[in-house]
T-cell receptor, first 112, second 113 residues
Framework: RKEVEQDPGPFNVPEGATVAFNCTYS??????FFWYRQDCRKEPKLLMS???SGNEDGRFTAQLNRASQYISLLIRDSKLSDSATYLC?????????????FGKGTLLTVNP | NAGVTQTPKFRILKIGQSMTLQCAQD?????MYWYRQDPGMGLKLIYY???????DKGEVPNGYNVSRSTTEDFPLRLELAAPSQTSVYFC????????????FGDGTRLSIL
């Protein structure tokens, strides 16, 4: 099993749709989780952290399920500007170091 | 704050040439990282550093070298450029602490011909 696996996508949705992505991780000791978005030919940018109790930022909701070892990202009322690749990041600690593992990303295209 | 600054933004090299990709951050972050991203693919970790004077190999270190003489700078060197090293290179930095995210530079697009 890969360390971090994301929904392969691509996702094509109409404007206004609700879309959800999942990301599973294999290391049960993983401790921190993030969602990044990456626009075409640009650098990844932090979208939101994922907290144990779940968290919301406007139209975006992130959730963590430790028992099943996955995180999710829900986007409501999709906008054209949401079109991007969404990357999940899982962090585990190893002594004084941190191991960050990126998923391969899920491509979302929001269509007019 | 400028954040993470990478130079150059674009470069074309001939096979066998060498070059250094520069990365500097002004956030006093101890952790710095170099990734490469091939078209349509995810990020692959080349090297990382947990502080000045300390570097470690990542997933794909072959053909690259790094140094970390200061907290601010983390240059990546290609000694003998090969076509397989054509990619987009991203540098990132991070504060210590599990809940701190990475901050990325704009990337360097490198073509080896």
């Amino acid at each position: 099993r890969k360390e971090v696996e994301q929904d392969p996508g691509p996702f094509n949705v109409p404007e206004g749709a609700t879309v959800a992505f999942n990301c599973t991780y294999s290391n049960s000791a993983s401790q921190s989780f993030f969602w990044y978005r990456q626009d075409c030919r640009k650098e990844p940018k932090l979208l939101m952290s994922v907290y144990s109790s779940g968290n919301e930022d406007g139209r975006f909701t992130a959730q963590l399920n430790r028992a099943s070892q996955y995180i999710s990202l829900l986007i409501r009322d999709s906008k054209l500007s949401d079109s991007a690749t969404y990357l999940c990041v899982v962090i585990s600690s190893g002594g004084s170091n941190y191991k960050l593992t990126f998923g391969k990303g899920t491509l979302l295209t929001v269509n007019p | 704050n400028a954040g993470v600054t990478q130079t150059p933004k674009f470069r074309i090299l001939k096979i066998g040439q060498s070059m250094t990709l520069q990365c500097a951050q002004d956030m006093n972050h101890n952790y710095m990282y170099w990734y490469r991203q091939d078209p349509g693919m995810g990020l692959k970790l080349i090297y990382y550093s947990v502080g000045a004077g300390i570097t470690d190999k990542g997933e794909v270190p072959n053909g690259y070298n790094v140094s970390r003489s200061t907290t601010e700078d983390f240059p990546l060197r290609l000694e003998l450029a090969a076509p397989s090293q054509t990619s987009v290179y991203f540098c990132a930095s991070k504060e210590g602490g599990l809940n701190q995210p990475q901050h990325f530079g704009d990337g360097t697009r490198l073509s080896i011909l």
